[in-house]
T-cell receptor, first 114, second 113 residues
Framework: NAGVTQTPKFQVLKTGQSMTLQCAQD?????MSWYRQDPGMGLRLIHY???????DQGEVPNGYNVSRSTTEDFPLRLLSAAPSQTSVYFC?????????????FGNGTRLTVT | EDKVVQSPLSLVVHEGDTVTLNCSYE??????LLWYKQEKKAPTFLFML????IEKKSGRLSSILDKKELFSILNITATQTGDSAIYLC?????????????FGQGTTLQVKP
């Protein structure tokens, strides 16, 4: 059981480049989300989805797009990378409607924008 | 505005010490409080607390919630170097049970041999 799989693990971009961070889960979780983690700021929610075809903004959505065409996949797109987007990105998923179901995290993507 | 504040932000102890990590919160609709441990990669789930005064325990780790004073503590006794990690506190926020979590800044614990 793979759980939540993120690719790539590391990425370096130049300012203005675009890229897509991939996230896939094989647990049939309805809820999927993207967080970024910066020193001293914990995890901040970028975008989330409660099911295929449904997405919504989190706390820090600017500069990022998402789509959810299938239950399994939830890619995060950086449209025009900026140095402020240098961060570690985590994808996470869970079953909705289950209060005691914890969030499952991928292993993260470390992104550097120069 | 929902808020989660952890203290201290960082802590250095020696093996065998006992540590107490704090998490205070303000959320509109409390449902639960969660603790996660993050070593090199993904945060991993430790505890979920929903009721005041009931201690959750797993080995040397324990946690308790005070819903009146709006805080939780995570205790680690007889610390080991393997306990070195970032400890994150999080609460569900927003309406319904979508899965959205708000996180504190995290406490970075370093346990020296």
């Amino acid at each position: 059981n793979a759980g939540v799989t993120q690719t790539p693990k590391f990425q370096v971009l130049k300012t203005g480049q675009s890229m897509t961070l991939q996230c896939a889960q094989d647990m049939n979780h309805e809820y999927m989300s993207w967080y970024r983690q910066d020193p001293g700021m914990g995890l901040r929610l970028i975008h989330y989805s409660v099911g295929a075809g449904i997405t919504d903004q989190g706390e820090v959505p600017n500069g990022y797009n998402v789509s959810r065409s299938t239950t399994e996949d939830f890619p995060l797109r950086l449209l025009s990378a900026a140095p402020s987007q240098t961060s570690v990105y985590f994808c996470a998923s869970k079953k909705t409607g289950h209060l005691n179901s914890p969030l499952h995290f991928g292993n993260g993507t470390r992104l550097t924008v120069t | 505005e929902d808020k989660v504040v952890q203290s201290p932000l960082s802590l250095v102890v020696h093996e065998g010490d006992t540590v107490t990590l704090n998490c205070s919160y303000e959320v509109t609709n409390f449902r639960s409080l969660l603790w996660y441990k993050q070593e090199k990669k993904a945060p991993t789930f430790l505890f979920m607390l929903t009721s005041s005064g009931i201690e959750k325990k797993s080995g040397r780790l324990s946690s308790i919630l005070d819903k009146k004073e709006l805080f939780s503590i995570l205790n680690i006794t007889a610390t080991q170097t393997g306990d070195s990690a970032i400890y994150l506190c999080a609460l569900p926020h927003g309406s319904g049970n979508t899965g959205k979590l708000i996180f504190g800044q995290g406490t970075t614990l370093q346990v020296k041999p």
